[in-house]
């Protein structure tokens, strides 16, 4: 996991991969994204966690089952590029 991770609500989470906000949410708690704090009824996640379970999605690909496990397809995918 990055130093300094990206935290966003699933509404700004939606906004930004143009989905709707229930689907995000439900994509957020299907995979166990990374929830990095909550406060009241808002939770903040890890924006490239959340980014890497729709990546997995749109390309009809297997979503990696833990946080940890996405961290390395990332670096994989990174190190490839």
Not at 41 to 53: C, E, F, G, R, S
């Amino acid at each position: 996991m990055p130093d300094r991770p990206e935290r966003i609500t699933i509404a700004a989470a939606a906004v930004r991969l143009g989905k709707p906000e229930p689907t995000v949410r439900v994509w957020a708690s299907r995979h166990h994204a990374r929830k990095l704090l909550k406060l009241g009824k808002t939770a903040w996640y890890d924006w490239l966690d959340i980014a890497t379970i729709a990546r997995q999605l749109h390309r009809g690909e297997p979503v990696p089952s833990t946080p940890e496990e996405r961290d390395e397809l990332r670096a994989s995918l990174s190190a490839a590029a």
